[in-house]
């Protein structure tokens, strides 16, 4: 009996709890971005109505690409007519956010990504032109040279957004890839 009392007493005893696990990567190790200045926000709000447009060509180009595979013309048609349209409501936006995005806001290798951003911003507004013109009669071609260009704003825009601390999203716009 003494034997059975002694097991239960011993299994009542409370266990010292277990050190809490180390973390390698403090929290107070990797210090939060500065809030940005109101000409810094003024410069994202550009970039953000300029993304507005890109989004739009970005659909464009991805109805000429699904409608090059269905080998359809009349849907090619359509699709680049339809490119055409975007590419000019697309300009519109990167217009209108283009004019609030003053790279002086930032300081040295910010700076440098966001004068890189800007010169994209900028190949993409002179080339819109050239989309209106050329997506209805070559639509793959157009789409081709216009996401070449989008690829490269989409590079610009990734390393600005880490250099100010921003946490870069994935593209919503791409498609998975189907097996």
Not at 21 to 37: C, F, I, K, T, Y
Not at 104 to 109: G, I, Q
Not at 149 to 175: C, N, W
Request: hydrophobic content about 35%; proline content about 9%.
């Amino acid at each position: 009996m003494m034997w059975i009392a002694a097991t239960v007493l011993g299994a009542q005893e409370p266990v010292p709890p277990a050190p809490p696990p180390v973390d390698s990567a403090r929290a107070e190790s990797v210090p939060p971005p500065p809030p940005p200045s109101p000409e810094q926000k003024k410069f994202l709000l550009g970039l953000r109505t300029a993304s507005r447009g890109i989004a739009q060509m970005k659909d464009g180009v991805s109805r000429v690409t699904r409608a090059q595979g269905t080998h359809d013309s009349v849907m090619q048609r359509r699709a680049g007519r339809f490119l055409a349209g975007l590419c000019g409501s697309g300009r519109a936006f990167l217009k209108r956010g283009r004019p609030q995005m003053n790279v002086t806001v930032y300081e040295d290798t910010v700076r440098l990504k966001a004068k890189r951003l800007v010169t994209q911003i900028d190949s993409l507004i002179a080339y819109t032109p050239t989309c209106e013109d050329s997506a209805a009669a070559t639509p793959a071609a157009t789409a081709v040279a216009l996401d070449k260009r989008m690829k490269t704003y989409d590079a610009a825009r990734r390393d600005f957004l880490i250099a100010i601390g921003q946490p870069v999203k994935e593209d919503s716009t791409k498609q998975d890839k189907r097996r």
